[in-house]
T-cell receptor, first 112, second 114 residues
Framework: EDQVTQSPEALRLQEGESSSLNCSYTVSGLRGLFWYRQDPGKGPEFLFTLYSAGEEKEKERLKATLTKKESFLHITAPKPEDSATYLCAVQYSGGGADGLTFGKGTHLIIQP | ETGVTQSPTHLIKTRGQQVTLRCSSQSGHNTVSWYQQALGQGPQFIFQYYREEENGRGNFPPRFSGLQFPNYSSELNVNALELDDSALYLC?????????????FGSGTQLSVL
């Protein structure tokens, strides 16, 4: 059973069409939930860290929220440059000594 | 401030061979971790080095080993390569042992095992 599940696997939106990406997790002892963006041929780029349920963080058109079992990445009025794979990861007590456990990602395409 | 750099960018090896991948961490960072990313998957944690010692390991066999040097650069060594080792290998650096800290990733080394 996957510890971190992201949905949908892929999402195609029109420019300006807002939507949300989901990340659900089954680990206990959460120490942090991370969102990264990955462009083709590049390493992941850090976006946000959330530590506790109810926490929210924003950056430009992106807003990340956290509950006890899932996180959402809300994208408002996206632009073509927001096209990328968005990865969710958790760090938890009992995990591989501080390593992050990633989901498979959501491949987002924003069409002009 | 320089970012995380990895070399080589691409590598082709034959099953059974050995490979060494290299990583220079971001200036001021004392922790390096390595991840394996297969096509269409998220990165998987291999291990982490803090001040030249391994201080955490994921579910990878002993033929995956590493080193961290006094300048905090790092190597990932893989012995007896298997076809399934074909993947993008990512190095990430951080401060404070990576505890609740964001990771800075390099662009990776694409390894193909034939």
């Amino acid at each position: 059973e996957d510890q971190v599940t992201q949905s949908p696997e892929a999402l195609r939106l029109q420019e300006g069409e807002s939507s949300s990406l989901n990340c659900s997790y089954t680990v206990s002892g959460l120490r942090g939930l991370f969102w990264y963006r990955q462009d083709p041929g590049k390493g992941p780029e850090f976006l946000f860290t959330l530590y506790s349920a109810g926490e929210e963080k924003e950056k430009e058109r992106l807003k990340a929220t956290l509950t006890k079992k899932e996180s959402f990445l809300h994208i408002t009025a996206p632009k073509p440059e927001d096209s990328a794979t968005y990865l969710c990861a958790v760090q938890y007590s009992g995990g591989g000594a501080d390593g992050l456990t990633f989901g498979k990602g959501t491949h987002l395409i924003i069409q002009p | 401030e320089t970012g995380v750099t990895q070399s080589p960018t691409h590598l082709i090896k034959t099953r059974g061979q050995q490979v060494t991948l290299r990583c220079s961490s971001q200036s001021g960072h004392n922790t390096v971790s390595w991840y394996q990313q297969a096509l269409g998957q998220g990165p998987q944690f291999i291990f982490q080095y803090y001040r030249e010692e391994e201080n955490g390991r994921g579910n990878f066999p002993p033929r995956f080993s590493g080193l961290q040097f006094p300048n905090y650069s790092s190597e990932l060594n893989v012995n007896a390569l298997e076809l399934d080792d074909s993947a993008l290998y990512l190095c990430a650096s951080s401060d404070n042992r990576g505890l609740n800290e964001k990771l800075f990733f390099g662009s990776g080394t694409q390894l193909s095992v034939l």
